[in-house]
């Protein structure tokens, strides 16, 4: 054995058991971890493609949808985002991204890398977009595709969809939403929002691991993304027709391709990963078992505990709280605090994870996240207590126990 391998990474692997309340991710349903643990199966087994159609029968219910293309990415949330804009935009295409943080940012990048035309639309971050603006911008710019988050975890804010896919229909513009931090905390119902695309994650409200990401097409958006299909040689049926458009320039990220391998045709493109499927599929059946109004009711109460308890703490909200995700809540550093201190004490301390945030947030607010498995009264009352002790620690003026009381006050008033 090589001596220039240290013990640590010799060690076993035993991480500390962290209770993960910033913006994600957070820790996964024990139940995922059990379904992850099962044994491995080739990816055309008759046992495997039966899941994988399970799993896209599950995931039609989360997203509410009839969509057939209704499948997994393998890869992390921004696979999705990176899939659906390969596919779909070629060189030239105009592409509008409504950007109120971070993440709105990452889709700009990742438009300008497959060649659009760009045009960037801000928000202040903190606030979001009223619905009359979009439609100035879409009439200036006449954009192929628009391409928005739902929640963006960076600043904590829900951008208002329900009308967002019709005004779009109207101008013939094809509608992307981010959904990896609000999916299955907020209602997102696909078909009635009448959005082309969703994609996704499970590491946020779906309470399982990252790396691999759900998304949902409409037949729309799909007849696009064919007009680009090729097939690999070698793969190729007797009929192989190739589509009449440009060849989508990725190979792993094809979504065409990515199709025939989901469709009844099975056509070789990756090998499955197998033991995040089974994730996904796990994901999908707790959440449709428990029920989306039980679930949305469930993380909305978190959050109003949550923002009753740090008010009562004598903290700051941050942001239009009109429009705050119900996952996560974002809260000014009070003066003469270290934001870092404070955090570092809460993980140390309390093996408790909350998060500070990018960009001109970053060291100014932290974010605090009760999403998934983690929108529970014990891990919010265990979080909002281990936070009044270190900032106890650091002067923070407030009456001890305030917070945690406020807290329990709104869960036992339902």
Known sequence: MSSSISAQALSELNPLPRLLMGPGPINADPRVLRAMSAQL????DPQFRQYMRDTQELYRGVF????TQTLCIDGTARSAIETVMVSIVEPGDRVLVASFGRFGQLKAEIARRVGADVRVIEAEWGTVFDLARIESEIRAFSPKLLACCQGDTS???LQPLAELGALCRRYGVMLQVDATASLCGTPLPVD????DCVTGALQKCLAGPSG????TLSDALCETIMRRRHVEEGLRPADYRPGAGRIITSNYFDLAMIID???????NHHTEATTMLYAARECARIFLQEGHAAVYARHALASRAIVSALEAMNLRIFGDTSNKMPNVTGVWIPDGVSGDRVRTAMLDEFNIEIGTSFGPLHGRIWRIGAMGYN????AVLTTLAALETVLAGEHHRFTRGAGVDAARAVYQAG
């Open 41 to 44: 199966l080739g990816q055309f």
């Open 155 to 157: 600043t904590t804010m």
């Open 212 to 215: 691999i990401a759900p998304i």
């Open 375 to 378: 929108a529970r009264r014990d």
């Open 192 to 195: 009635a929002w009448q959005i």
């Open 64 to 67: 509410e949808t009839a969509n």
């Open 261 to 267: 391998y989901w469709s009844d045709r099975a056509l």
